[in-house]
């Protein structure tokens, strides 16, 4: 699902489902897993992140779990949700 549709209210990503980051226009970015969502906020656990705000994000030194939002302006955005079926 798009981050858009979460945006605005139409989808809500579950627990297990994979978020997913973009930089500006190219193939590059991060995953993580969703821990819960609420609106355009969640928690989500990363890894090779820091654990705070400042540090790097793109080389960090761990897994940690991350509170993130729906920021479509940053150049460093969620773009989508991944629902995983697990069986």
């Known amino acids: ?18 978020v997913v980051w973009r930089k500006g226009n190219t193939i590059f970015g991060h995953a993580g ?31 940690w779990i991350r509170e993130r939002c729906i920021e479509p302006g940053n150049y460093f955005r969620i773009v989508s949700f991944t629902p995983v079926m697990y069986q």
């Open 33 to 63: 897993i969703v821990l819960e969502w609420n609106g355009a906020c969640g928690k989500t656990i990363e890894a090779n992140t820091s654990s705070g705000v400042y540090g790097s994000q793109a080389d960090g030194d761990g897994v």
């Open 1 to 18: 699902m798009k981050a858009s549709q979460v945006l605005i209210g139409q989808k809500r990503p579950e627990p297990g489902d994979i």
